[in-house]
């Protein structure tokens, strides 16, 4: 299996037993023509879409860095592009000189071009129906009364780029109730969820998904809680605890998290997480839960 193992040869009373120790590798072992990857405290047989992408990963290579041939410079919405240059220029992350500048030299400089060819994530940021090449590649809200009720729902559709406005606002007016109360005159509203805690959370899981498995981000909601679930991976060898530590940006996309960088939608710090909870625990509502599931599951 391309392992070395500490063999020791023990004794307990009259009886000798033999004690093999194995070490945590960080690479995936080969085992009867199947592959296993530790992660956390479980094992992953990996294969399929997993094992080609952790393949890739080890060559350097994400998915949404490769090429897409099918996926052509007709096929960019230049109001997508419009606002995305109005959104970068307005953070000052581009220079001005970028909102004249031909659509597919601004891709070539923003490394959605190789060999050629755009890449999956220019067709996820720039086209406005990006489920003709990707299916999955939307988000479903859904209200619930209880886990098996489902009332009503929505889907959200488009470019990945104009996905978390669009989100956002048809959360808060028409799938969350504001708490009412008055500071003398003035009305104040609030939502058990605060819309910046939201926002964050919603852009860490556009950025993070595995867009490759073709499975929508699914945001269930109900009357005092929030929750999202999206297929995704946490950095190799990392666990939940990982992320409530001081931890580098270790995006599982790291093309399309640039674009949102650029578009101000987020920083580069890997401080997502630490933002979430903060805002939580300022605006006194609960701190959020997060919980890892195999890849198999």
Known sequence: MGIIVNVNLLNEGDFEYMEIEVPPYPIAISCKGSYYYRSGSTNQKLSGPELEAFIMRRRGITWDSMPLPTFTIDDVDDGVVKRFKQWAVNKGRINKSVLSEDKFVMLEKLHLVK???????????????????????????????????????????GSILDQIDKIVEIIYLKYMKAKISYVGMQRIERYFVPEEALREALLNALCHKDYSRGIPIQISIYNDKLYIANCGHLPENWTVENLFEKHASQPFNPNIAYVFYLAGFIESWGRGIEKICTVCKNDGVFQPEFTVHPQDS
Do not use: C, R
Not at 128 to 142: F, H, T
């Open 115 to 157: 060999d050629g060819y755009l890449t999956n994530a220019a067709m996820l940021l720039f086209s406005n129906d990006p489920e003709k090449w990707q299916l999955g590649a939307y988000v479903k809200i859904g209200f619930f009364e209880t886990d098996s009720d489902l009332v009503y729902q929505d889907e959200i559709h």
